[in-house]
């Protein structure tokens, strides 16, 4: 049982460059989110999905988009990335309701 | 927003002294969610509670769950090496599962 996946682990970008940070989870969880986590900063909550097709922001969205087209994957795109950026990126996934969080093993990402 | 406060940010304590970490919420919580980081981990889930004036306990670890739902609590007793972590509440509202700064512990042996 795989979980909560994602690719890459490790990245490094330069300033302006754009990616996909990809998350795919296999338990049918309708709820999908997306954290960076920062020193100090706790997990700061980026977007999320309840389901297919719906997706909606969080507390820091700005410079990233996300789209759920299925309900396994969730990608994150930065479009064009600043050094603002450069954090450990977590992804979590859950039934709908009153459950618990499981988390990918995270991407770790510098921009220069 | 919703918004939760955790506190203290750090804690370092000798092994065998006990440890507790707060968590309070602007708003009233249908449920509240402790999670452990282990140093280079990701976060994991340890236990959920729902209802007002919750006790919940797992081996050395206590979790309340305050009267009005806008406050919680994780207690260790005794600390071990193997505790040491950050320690995350969430508090989820309506479908937005939101994360205090967590508790970083560091126990000497």
């Keep these: ?112 | 927003g919703q918004q939760v406060m955790q506190i203290p940010q750090y804690q370092h304590v000798q092994e065998g002294e006990d440890f507790t970490t707060y968590c309070n919420s602007s708003t009233t919580l249908s449920n509240i969610q402790w999670y452990k980081q282990r140093p280079g981990g990701h976060p994991v889930f340890l236990i959920q509670l729902v209802k007002s004036g919750e006790v919940k306990k797992q081996k050395r670890l206590t979790f309340q769950f305050g009267e009005a739902k806008k406050n919680s609590s994780l207690h260790i007793t005794a600390t071990q090496t193997t505790d040491v972590g950050t320690y995350f509440c969430a508090g989820r509202g309506s479908e937005k599962l939101v994360f205090g700064k967590g508790t970083k512990l560091t126990v000497n042996p």
């Design chain 1, 1 to 112: 049982n795989a979980g909560v996946t994602q690719t890459p682990k490790f990245q490094v970008l330069k300033t302006g460059q754009s990616m996909t940070l990809q998350c795919a989870q296999d338990m049918n969880h309708e709820y999908m989110s997306w954290y960076r986590q920062d020193p100090g900063m706790g997990l700061r909550l980026i977007h999320y999905s309840v389901g297919a097709g719906i997706t909606d922001q969080g507390e820091v969205p700005n410079g990233y988009n996300v789209s759920r087209s299925t309900t396994e994957d969730f990608p994150l795109r930065l479009l064009s990335a600043a050094p603002s950026q450069t954090s450990v990126y977590f992804c979590a996934s859950s039934t709908q309701g009153v459950t618990e969080a499981f988390f990918g093993q995270g991407t770790r990402l510098t921009v220069v």
